[in-house]
């Protein structure tokens, strides 16, 4: 099994910052990427920004610019840099960490993290 527990969220301002973390533990063999996903009340589940194992970088455009994921692959850790938030930034981020599992793909989840931005 793998666990992911995120830190970093809470009350920001618009046109502030916040920094999300995500580290994982556990059974971990064969990342293939990790990333942010987010949930607005009412709306449905979105991707953020993702980090494949390579390094390579994938955001909403509504962030685009404004958010930037990183990772630490030594310790399992991935960051999302928010910055210029706005209101519409609000929701739960949840960390998604995918890897291959023998000859299948498995996706596990953090327990969510809420980000309120103020205007």
């Known amino acids: 099994q793998v666990q992911l527990v995120e830190s970093g969220g809470g009350l920001g301002q618009a046109g502030g910052s916040l920094r999300l973390s995500c580290g994982a533990s556990?059974?971990?063999?064969?990342?293939?990427?990790m990333g942010w996903y987010r949930q607005a009340p009412g709306k449905q589940r979105e991707l953020v920004a993702t980090?494949?194992?390579?390094?390579?970088?994938n955001y909403a455009n509504s962030v685009k610019g404004r958010f930037t994921i990183s990772r630490d692959n030594a310790k399992n850790t991935v960051y999302l840099q928010m910055n210029s938030l706005k209101p519409d930034d609000t929701a739960v981020y949840y960390c998604?960490?995918?890897?291959?599992?023998?000859?299948?793909?498995?996706?596990?989840w953090g327990q969510g993290t809420q980000v309120t931005v103020s205007s």
């Open positions: 980090i494949t194992n390579g390094g390579s970088t």
């Open positions: 556990g059974i971990i063999l064969s990342i293939i990427g």
């Open positions: 998604n960490l995918r890897q291959r599992v023998d000859w299948n793909v498995s996706d596990y």
